[in-house]
């Protein structure tokens, strides 16, 4: 089963990459773009005998490894 686990800054936690980012399409003039967040996509194959069973394991990967908890949040997305 294919997983995704998109990981991103939680509101308030400075994103230096997102200021750099909406900076750099700013100055190629994408000046209506009002603000960036970089987050990360982490893609997963799991070995599992439902969707639930997946979707469990992926939970505790980024509880345990992919997301630090004080600073970020995150997402699992079932990839079909």
Do not use: S
């Not at 979707?55 to 505790?60: G, N, P, S, T």
């Amino acid at each position: 089963m294919k997983i995704a686990v998109n990981v991103h800054l939680k509101a308030g936690v400075l994103d230096p990459q997102g200021k750099a980012v909406l900076h750099a399409l700013h100055t190629l003039g994408f000046k209506e773009v009002e603000d960036v967040r970089v987050g990360k996509q982490i893609l997963l194959n799991i070995n599992a005998k439902d969707k639930e069973e997946a979707i469990k394991k992926a939970e505790e990967m980024a509880k345990e490894l992919l997301a630090n908890p004080v600073i970020e949040n995150y997402e699992i997305e079932v990839k079909e």
